[in-house]
């Protein structure tokens, strides 16, 4: 594969620098300070099993702060802040299913305000991301290793099926009120047409308007852009990819997306219920699915074998690309959704009580992921 299939998508790439620029040197990274996001960014990578990509984040720092001062509220003075962040990156990275609602707690304990905890979650977010696509790309590229950090074989994510009324989003810290809107947060909203202020979610990554900008532009290229793997094996294997992570939410909707886009609904609450196992009698559709979830995992386990059947099923490069860039791009969404609030069914509580105490019926849902 070469440097033509590699700029399939040149506004994801592009976009994909900008994210990594904001969220590690941003101009004002508020009570996350730039120590503390690179060191986040680099323990996740080494978690992830990629040491060189955490030397990477580290060696960009230390070019861009090269004879400068150092944050006057640097991590390094922080030791609760270094502390609380380094344990949330772990949770967030390993297992975000399980991070709770009581590490963000500790975050605030530690000092760090609304804002630089969602600054926090899209660090370590965009990082799943990145690792995903340097193992994918490696795979691709025949350049694979296996992952230094064993993978646990995942749980099924539990859903209501598609029958089920849709979940609700509840955050667990409070979101940007929509009334109160800087020129930054508006600015997002208006050059993304999917986004909305009647999303408790888009209002909670609004406290990063940068973040959430790119991020946004990286999830439309990936999952709307033209051409590449078709638009019914995007959602396929977002849902998979959702279901090795156990964001039930995200599940959901993309499960719903698939089952119409391929006109099969028992086959989609197969698959939400055993995974690529429900695609037995579909090779082209097992691998793409088999390979989405070994790649999805908390440490990446996806190796040559995988790579050999995406191929062996026909697909192309640019094909190829698609399949790394949506299971990766659910390692960023999934563990936004996952750490920063939970789903209930309508007018349920809230799991883990959010940001305003329960909520009822009336509360809006989160959107797309």
Same mark, same amino acid.
């Given at each position: 594969m070469g440097e033509p299939a590699r700029l399939h998508r040149a506004d994801v790439l592009a976009h994909t620098d900008a994210a990594r620029d904001t969220l590690l040197h941003p101009h004002d990274p508020g009570l996350l300070d730039r120590r503390l996001r690179t060191e986040a960014a680099a323990h996740a990578a080494e978690l992830a099993g990629r040491p060189e990509l955490a030397a990477h984040y580290r060696s960009l720092t230390a070019r861009t702060e090269a004879g400068a001062a150092a944050d006057p509220a640097s991590g390094s003075g922080r030791p609760a802040a270094h502390e609380a962040v380094r344990d949330w990156t772990a949770a967030a990275t390993l297992a975000p299913a399980a991070a709770g609602r009581e590490r963000l707690d500790a975050l605030s304990a530690a000092g760090l305000d609304t804002a630089a905890?969602?600054?926090?979650?899209?660090?370590?977010?965009?990082? *799943?991301y990145e690792v995903r696509v340097a193992v994918g790309r490696d795979l691709l590229l025949g350049a694979g290793t296996r992952p230094t950090v064993? /993978?646990?074989?995942?749980?099924?994510?539990?859903?209501?099926?598609?029958?089920?009324?849709?979940l609700v989003w509840h955050p667990w810290v409070p979101a940007v009120d929509p009334a109160a809107l800087t020129t930054a947060q508006r600015d997002v909203l208006?050059?993304?047409?999917?986004?909305?202020?009647?999303?408790p979610y888009y209002r909670?990554?609004?406290?990063?308007?940068?973040?959430?900008d790119h991020r946004t532009h990286v999830y439309n290229g990936v999952?709307?852009?033209?051409?590449?793997?078709?638009? *019914?094996?995007r959602e396929l294997v977002t849902l998979v990819a959702s279901r090795v992570n156990g964001c039930v939410y995200c599940a959901g909707v993309h /499960?719903?997306?698939?089952a119409r886009m391929a006109r099969d609904e028992p086959l989609t609450e197969r698959i939400l219920a055993r995974g690529s196992a429900a695609l037995a009698d579909d090779p082209r559709r097992a691998a793409l699915a088999r390979f989405a979830e070994r790649l999805a995992g908390p440490a990446p386990a996806a190796d040559d074998a995988d790579a050999a059947a995406v191929r062996e099923a026909g697909l192309t490069d640019e094909e190829l690309l698609d399949l790394v860039h949506c299971t990766a791009l659910f390692g960023w969404a999934n563990r936004l959704m996952l750490t920063l609030g939970a789903p209930a069914p309508p007018g349920a509580p809230c799991p883990g009580v959010c940001c305003t105490g329960t909520a009822g019926p009336a509360a809006p849902g989160g959107g797309a992921p």
């Open positions: 905890v969602v600054s926090l979650a899209q660090v370590v977010a965009f990082v *799943a064993p /993978a646990p074989a995942p749980a099924p994510a539990l859903f209501g099926g598609l029958g089920a009324a849709p208006d050059r993304h047409a999917t986004l909305s202020v009647d999303s909670t990554l609004l406290h990063d308007p940068a973040a959430l999952m709307y852009g033209r051409g590449g793997l078709a638009r *019914a094996d /499960a719903r997306k698939f």
